[in-house]
């Protein structure tokens, strides 16, 4: 545990590039999709974060101005057959 961080990170980096190193072609290429695609996964994870947040602040902001609609046991149902419905 005295070792320096970047002392351990250089062997991790090392014992890493010999394990790729190592790969067949076919499994360096699913290494590489499995690294594209959990890239990608976080990139469009954090899109929906930001488009989720917006779309609960035009929410708020609703509900501030009085836009919404109250619903009540009668009207309820009403309203989960047109959510069915689309």
Same mark, same amino acid.
């Given at each position: 545990? *005295?070792?320096?961080?970047? $002392? ?6 090392? *014992? ?5 190193? &190592?790969? &067949?072609?076919?499994?360096? +290429?699913?290494? !590489? ?10 990139? +469009?994870? %954090? %899109? ?6 917006? =779309?609960?602040? !035009?929410?708020?902001? %609703?509900?501030?101005?009085? +836009?919404? $609609?109250?619903? =009540?046991?009668? &009207?309820?149902? $009403? ?8």
């Amino acid at each position: 545990m *005295s070792q320096p961080i970047a $002392t351990i990170n250089n062997r991790l980096l090392e *014992s890493l590039a010999q394990i790729i190193l &190592s790969l &067949s072609e076919e499994e360096y +290429q699913i290494l !590489v999709e499995k690294i594209l695609h959990s890239r990608l996964a976080a990139g +469009q994870e %954090q %899109q929906n974060i930001k488009a989720l947040k917006q =779309d609960i602040a !035009v929410g708020i902001e %609703q509900l501030q101005k009085g +836009q919404y $609609t109250e619903y =009540d046991e009668n &009207s309820l149902p $009403t309203l989960i057959t047109l959510i069915k419905a689309q």
